[in-house]
């Protein structure tokens, strides 16, 4: 069998064409969503994932803004700006872009955010509401992920999810994600012993350990569901994910590709989480 590739660049588009509705609703009320990103410093890969972000906003016609700081700018001033963003009426949505210089405390950075702001879903309040369902924005990847199941209608209720990798941004919040949705949850690690006995056992396989091809086709069984939220730069440039896709796609039902596939959808979870907080400060 081959699996069927879920074509995260497709399903986005709809789903920022879904979200463009409400955002046009929003404008013939007199409101115009807002998201403002920070970034600090010239890294690479973060200049170009804020340019996509940006350019997302711009196809659904939302206000954005990019505020850039340099890699010696203080703590102090970084937390000045998120203030006076929290402050800025046009201001809907603020992003952080992570990670930041080793001199600036993200987590520090991340609360100064107001929580009715904090689109990226990683302030405090909102990771700890996980638990009880009640956040006001989930983080956008594990959103992303639970949006691409519902498009390809993938049923989660009572299947048998297993989230590799524990960070607060994806695996954390991942778990909780599935569980409200009444799936029997696990979670490893890169580090767990015998990894492969345990996700043998996945109906439903989310990879985000940040280990290139760390599963490959023996480790999951016939027809799984393999989300692959990792994305890796290899030494000759190409980019990979934490799953063998060449062989893995063989032998499971379904399979992110990478890139393409989950990439596209934390981009447009960010948009949604934007015109659903202007959509909240407007009621």
Request: net charge neutral; proline share 5%.
């Amino acid at each position: 069998m081959s699996a069927k590739i879920i074509d995260g660049v497709a399903i986005a588009k709809a789903v920022r064409e879904e979200w463009k509705h409400r955002a046009d609703k929003l404008k013939v009320r007199g409101i115009l969503p807002g998201l403002a990103v920070v970034i600090v410093g010239d890294n690479p890969a973060s200049s170009m994932y804020v340019r996509n972000k940006i350019k997302a906003c711009h196809e659904v016609g939302l206000h954005s803004e990019v505020h850039d700081m340099p890699e010696d700018v203080t703590e102090e001033m970084v937390l000045r700006q998120v203030e006076e963003l929290n402050s800025n009426p046009k201001i809907h949505g603020i992003l952080v872009q992570l990670p930041l210089p080793k001199h600036i405390d993200a987590n520090k950075i991340i609360e100064a955010i107001s929580v009715e702001k904090d689109v990226d879903g990683l302030h405090l309040y909102n990771l700890g509401a996980l638990v009880t369902g009640n956040q006001v924005f989930p983080p956008c990847t594990p959103y992303g992920v639970m949006c691409l199941l519902e498009h390809m209608n993938i049923p989660v209720e009572g299947q048998h999810a297993i989230v590799v990798g524990r960070s607060n941004i994806v695996g954390k919040p991942m778990a909780l994600m599935l569980l409200q949705k009444n799936a029997t949850v696990s979670i490893c690690t890169s580090k767990t012993r015998d990894l492969k006995q345990h996700t043998l056992q996945a109906d439903i396989l989310i990879v985000a350990a940040g280990k290139p091809k760390l599963i490959t086709a023996n480790m999951i069984k016939d027809g799984a569901v393999v989300i692959d939220v990792g994305i890796n730069r290899l030494d000759d440039g190409s980019l990979a994910g934490d799953v063998d896709f060449q062989g893995v796609k063989e032998k499971a039902g379904y399979i992110t590709p990478v890139p393409g596939g989950v990439g596209p959808m934390t981009i447009a979870m960010l948009v949604a989480n934007t015109i659903s907080a202007a959509e909240r400060i407007s009621r």
